[in-house]
């Protein structure tokens, strides 16, 4: 099965900072998808990527998919509080029927 | 506004109780499915329907059943089989790209 490890686990910065998570997969990604989700909420989805090299931004935020399709970073740029949040990966293996695996989750802190 | 429904949004169950949570969606999506949230542990799939009547057991489905009845309505029985109910429960659905999520239930054991 595809796991997804992301790094770091947590993360405090200072706002305006920048700052980058990445998230590494045990095998070739086929579909990688990022959702932020506030504590206690549910996932909100912000990209996904699936063709090696690619980049999408949204606001500040920019996410990669490295040429070998086994990694990828989400990068925010001066942060802000309203960023603050737990960053999940998650990966659509092929034939799985749409059974995305998830990484375990990086904790941003912002600190005014 | 399109979107999907948790309820409720806090749950406790006592001592060999079954509870049921439910998720309604209006997106007219066909695939959705349940995911269970402990802290540290990202997201761990229970059960998962591609279409009405037809689901499938995720990775950590013991304990747990779902029925998918109608294409809006996808509920998660938690049974007494469960030992260690106490986690966040979301549910979500598919479209061709992505997955769509609610907002979740906070079950806890009395």
């Known amino acids: 099965s595809q796991e997804l490890e992301q790094s770091p686990q947590s993360l405090i910065v200072q706002e305006g900072k920048n700052l980058t998570i990445n998230c590494t997969s045990s095998?070739?990604?086929?579909?990688l998808y990022w959702y932020k989700q506030k504590y206690g909420e549910g996932l909100i989805f912000l990209m996904m990527?699936?063709?090696?090299?690619e980049e999408k931004s949204h606001e500040k935020i920019t996410a990669k998919l490295d040429e070998k399709k086994q990694q990828s970073s989400l990068h925010i740029t001066a942060s802000q509080p309203s960023h603050a949040g737990i960053y999940l990966c998650?990966?659509?293996?092929?034939?799985?029927?749409?059974?995305?695996?998830f990484g375990k989750g990086t904790l941003l802190t912002v600190n005014p | 506004d399109g979107g999907i429904t948790q309820s409720p949004k806090y749950l406790f169950r006592k001592e060999g109780q079954n509870v049921t949570l439910s998720c309604e969606q209006n997106?007219?999506?066909?695939?959705m499915y349940w995911y269970r949230q402990d802290p540290g542990q990202g997201l761990r799939l229970i059960y998962y329907?591609?279409?009405?009547?037809?689901?499938q057991k995720g990775d950590i489905a013991e304990g747990y059943s779902v029925s998918r009845e109608k294409k809006e309505s996808f509920p998660l029985t938690v049974t007494s089989a469960q030992k260690n109910p106490t986690a966040f429960y979301l549910c979500?659905?598919?479209?061709?790209?992505?997955?769509?999520f609610g907002s979740g239930t906070q079950l806890s054991v009395l």
């Open positions: 998650g990966a659509d293996p092929p034939d799985s029927n749409y059974k995305l695996t």
């Open positions: 095998k070739t990604l086929y579909g």
């Open positions: 990527l699936q063709k090696g090299g």
């Open positions: 997106l007219n999506h066909d695939a």
């Open positions: 329907s591609q279409i009405v009547n037809d689901f």
């Open positions: 979500a659905s598919m479209d061709p790209e992505k997955l769509f």
